[in-house]
């Protein structure tokens, strides 16, 4: 269409319209509804803030417990690996349960919670099967690759993407394996002669003692990062795993 | 239209309702809060603790102890160095006997023959050595090697009533003392040492005798023996009365 065209006359008023008696006063016409869509279902919302919860309890009285012997190692032996806190007793604030029995009261009695949230979450992404939409494979990682360059401003255009990026997929696949990883470490040291092969899995108690805590700074990065980036990104998401509806700027759905 | 969808409506894009942010923090700063102040959960708090301690010592017991799987064992050359190997005893200065000579264990409680056996008795009897990983609840391990009288060798001597359930240990540090399942008990590595790294037991130890069994956190070892009942109640413990756990198995 070209600049040159005249703009088509407006419709002369109806003369019509004017009598016309309408009790209710003529409302703007509708607002195209924004874009919501379900995004998380409540089982998901559910175990995701429970959740939350429960690997905060889970991880400040692991921190009260960490201080019963801060280091890693048999006794008499060298370091088993780098740490940072070797030796150190964290602050109060970070800790739960007051003294190591404390500790242990709190992480033994969340440990089932946290497990069975697991599991009951597993169980739904199976029955769902949102499994497809958050497992990264393979196929991903060019997909992957492209969001990154995006996100550090090398491509101006958001890649396509369907219910979640192909970051957030290694993400979310990620966390839920640590989620598998930190269980499993901790049974291997809640019960290293029971469960002699799996703690014989992780290298023995010691090794697996120092893994179960390796996944504790895993978990702190990847909440932060996490929460930065629904903040930053993508604040919407915060709604939509409150209320289950999203209604931001990447609705795009598989 | 109703009132509701209106509000929704007008609401911009990438928010979340006041609701939504208050619901948030409550929870946050609920969380934080327990952490800050060491919270020890309350009434309702400790009844769960209670609770999930009661189910995780029943599941230590009949889920995860098996009666025969034994606890690994090491080779001599990878055992830890005796001064780095810590022991642990309540009161001070070390517990010792004013007369060794005089010392002996007595047995009884619901058994059909309650005995007190002397230290070169204990000797005569079945003899087990191994060296093991000893796991303390505080989170350090260390590998020593052990020499005592199986437990159930013991048990087949003072033959224990059926309503026995449990048995208790008392020990000469004064106020230490505390029980096992019988389960644990007739473990075929539980022994009541005489001997560490291949040595009489010091006073370190528990010398002259002491509770060793490799599925068990060291706690539950009670050092410094004097008398082991038999029991239809379960005995409380040291550590145990002061919240530690009770089944204390690994």
Known sequence: ?254 | MTENSKIERVEPIESFSRRDLLRLGVGAGAASLLSACGWKGGKLGRSAFAAAGDLNDWAGEHLWLSPSRLAPTYELAERTPEAAFPAYFISRPVPTLADPAAWGLEIGGLVSRPMRLTLDQLQTLPRLTYTVKHHCVEGWTAIGTWTGVPLAAVAALVEPLPSARYLRFESFDPGYYNGFDLKSAMHPQTILAYAFSDRPLTPQRGAPLRLYSPVKLGYKMTKYLTRIDWTADRPGGYWEDRGYPWFGGI
Do not use: C
């Open chain 1, 1 to 254: 269409m070209s600049e040159s065209e005249p703009a088509e006359p407006l419709a002369p008023p109806d003369p019509e319209a004017e009598v016309m008696v309408d009790p209710v006063p003529e409302a703007a016409p509708p607002l195209p509804a924004p874009t919501s869509v379900l995004r998380h279902r409540w089982p998901a919302r559910v175990t995701h803030w429970a959740n939350a919860l429960l690997l905060l309890g889970m991880i400040a009285s692991g921190l009260q417990i960490y201080g019963g012997f801060p280091r890693f190692g048999l006794r008499g032996a060298p370091p088993l690996g780098p740490n940072p806190f070797e030796g150190v007793r964290f602050p109060a604030v970070v800790r739960l349960g007051g003294w190591l029995a404390g500790g242990l009261d709190w992480h033994f009695t969340l440990a089932w919670p946290f497990v069975l949230t697991g599991l009951f979450y597993l169980g739904f992404l199976i029955v769902s099967g949102e499994w497809k939409s958050l497992l990264f494979r393979p196929s991903d990682v060019p997909k992957a690759w492209a969001m990154q360059l995006y996100y550090l401003r090398l491509k101006k255009e958001h890649p396509p993407q369907g219910k979640h990026n192909a970051l957030q997929k290694a993400a979310y696949s990620f966390i839920f394996l640590l989620g598998v990883l930190s269980a499993a470490t901790g049974f291997a040291i809640y019960k290293p002669v029971q469960l002699s092969w799996l703690t014989a899995l992780f290298g023995g108690y010691e090794r697996a003692r120092y893994s179960h805590f390796l996944a504790v700074w895993l978990f702190v990065g990847f909440t932060l990062l996490h929460v930065v980036l629904v903040f930053g990104v993508d604040p919407a998401s915060l709604r939509a795993m409150i209320t289950g509806r999203y209604r931001g700027r990447f609705p795009s759905h598989d």
